[in-house]
C-alpha cells in the first residue's frame, strides 16, 4: 500500500477529517482496501462498540408516483406486481416485529399517494403504544407532513439522496429536484429526526471527486444514519444494461465514512449481500454495525423489486432474525438490545 494512503488512514483515524480530494484517493486506491476497513473496524468499536442493531423492515407498498432509472419500483415499470398493505397488517407486522426481538421497525414504501397524512399518523401512533422505535422511508413530502409524521411517533427517517451531484440527479431521477430533496434532508434535521440517507454507488458518470462530496456532505448534515449500497443493474428499468456497482469501491466508501462520521449507524446493506456471498458480514467488519432483516410476509417480498436477485425472499421472518443472530455471534459481536439510537459523544470525551 502507497505510503499516501496509510498517511491518510491515520489522518482520518485520528482527526476525523479529510479533505475532498483525500477521500477520492482513498476511493480510488484498492490497495489500500484492507487497511482501511481494519482502521474502520477499531473506530467503530471505539465509538459505538460490538452490538449489531437489527431493524426490522416492513415493506408496505410498491406503489411509487416517482420515475426513477435505477429503480424497479418506478412508475413507468408495467411489469412488476403492485401491492399495498392495509394499516391493519402493517400494525400486526409491527406487531410480530416486536416479537422476533426487534426494538426499532422500518416502514418502507415507494413514494404511495394513498397513505396520508392522516392514514400514516393513525399507522404511527397505534405502532408506537408497543415501545417501537419507528424509522420511516416513504420519500419526499413537505415540512408540514414530516412534522405531522414526527409528532404521530416517528424517530427516524432514511431518505437517500443517491449523489449529491445535481447533473446525475436530474439526469437518473427524471421530473424530480435536487434542491427539493435537500430541502427534505434539511427539514429533517430541524425537526429533530435522527437523519438517514445515503450513496448509490456506481451510476453511470458517477466520478470519484463526486462520492468524496457526498461524504462530505454527509458530515455537513451530520447524517445520524448512512446507508451505501452498489448499482444492482434492473432489466425493468432505463439502466437495465449499465454496469453493476463496484462491491470494493463501495466497501472502501462504507470505512471512510467511519473514520468521518464515527458515531453514525452504518448498515451492512442486503445489495452487498445480493453482489458478495456474506456480503453483510465483510461489511460488518469494514465499519458498518446495522442490518435491517426483511420483516414483511409472503409473495410481498418478491414483489418489493427494487432490483433483481435480492436475497432471501423465500425466509420467514422467523428465519432471517435467527440467521442473523447467529452470523452475528459467529463474528464475536453480539445483537443490541436497546433501540439503537445513535450516541453523542461530548467533545474530548
Known sequence: ??????????????????????????LGDADCEERLAQAADAVRQEFVGDGVHLRGLIEFSNICRQDCCYCGLRRDNRRIERYRLTPDEIVELARKAKGYGYRTVVLQSGEDPYFSVLVLCHILQRIKKMNLAITLSIGERSREEYQAFRAAGADRYLLRIETTDAELYHRYDPGMSHANR????????????????????????????????????????????????????NGDT?????????????????????????????????????MVPHGRELILASGANVVMPNVTEGDYRRKYALYPGKICVADTPADCRQCMQGRIAAMGRFVARDQGFRHHRKPNS
Open 238 to 274: 432505463p439502466l437495465g444494461e449499465a454496469a453493476p456497482g463496484d462491491f470494493h469501491l463501495t466497501r472502501r466508501m462504507v470505512s471512510i465514512l467511519r473514520l468521518l462520521l464515527p458515531e453514525a449507524n452504518i448498515p451492512a446493506t442486503t445489495a452487498m449481500e445480493t
Open 1 to 26: 500500500m502507497a505510503e499516501r494512503s496509510e498517511q491518510l488512514i491515520r489522518k482520518a483515524q485520528a482527526t476525523h477529517c479529510l479533505t475532498r480530494q483525500d477521500i477520492a484517493e482513498l
Open 182 to 233: 435537500l430541502r427534505c434532508l434539511w427539514d429533517l434535521r430541524e425537526l429533530g429526526y435522527e437523519v438517514g440517507t445515503g450513496t448509490l454507488v456506481g451510476l453511470p458518470g458517477q466520478s470519484l471527486d463526486s462520492l468524496a462530496a457526498d461524504v462530505l456532505f454527509y458530515q455537513e448534515l451530520d447524517a445520524d444514519m448512512i446507508g451505501i449500497g452498489p448499482l444492482i443493474p
